[in-house]
């Protein structure tokens, strides 16, 4: 096992932490109620972003990398989901689309626990109506409120500005409404 992680951590390039994905829980700080009931097909999410592995994302100085046991747009995945579901809507899959709810997918472009910038792309009938780009960005955590535990909360946070963005954007609002 000690093995597998000084392998992951070679592969990956990460210094001294592992900081964990696992505990995202959606939080909004406006009312995103304009959702409820609407219908979203939820695409596969791709990773674009040269400055991740498939499994992780770093801190610039790569100290620090974030993950879970899955591939990183995995995890942007699921927390669209979560995210979406907590503002009320139908969230349907590959596995069962809705044909009639916009389809829409994010591609990451990169992913630092600084800065997340992302393309996001929304189809209806198979025709393309919003493209736009997301950049969310946080200030480094410096000295001693630089650890895991603050790193982690750090990401959820970043995570959540960048739905929330998405979820307040007018153009994207425009679809649903």
């Avoid at 349907?92 to 916009?102: I, L, Q, R, T, Y």
């Avoid at 393309?128 to 780009?133: A, G, I, M, S, Y």
């Avoid at 409120?145 to 995570?159: C, G, I, S, V």
Wanted: net charge neutral; charged share 20%; with cysteine.
């Amino acid at each position: 096992m000690a093995a597998c992680v000084l392998i992951a951590i070679m592969v990956n390039g990460c210094g001294s932490a592992r900081v964990s994905l696992m505990n995202f829980m959606p939080k909004f700080s406006a009312d995103q109620s304009v959702y409820e009931g609407k219908g979203v097909y939820l695409m596969n999410f791709q990773n674009q972003a040269s400055d991740t592995s498939i499994w992780d994302y770093f801190s610039p100085d790569h100290k620090f990398c974030y993950g879970t046991e899955t591939f990183i747009h995995n995890y942007f995945w699921y927390s669209f989901q979560a995210s979406l579901v907590k503002a009320g809507m139908l969230v349907s899959k590959a596995d069962n689309p809705d044909p009639f709810a916009p389809a829409m997918w994010l591609t990451l472009r990169s992913i630092t626990d600084e800065q997340s910038v992302v393309d996001l792309t929304v189809q209806l009938k198979g025709i393309t109506v919003f493209v736009e780009r997301y950049v969310i960005s946080e200030p480094p955590l410096l000295g001693y409120r630089r650890n895991p535990d603050n790193l982690e909360k750090r990401a959820y946070k970043m995570t959540n500005r960048l739905i929330e963005a998405i979820l307040s954007d007018p153009g994207f609002k425009k679809i649903f409404i």
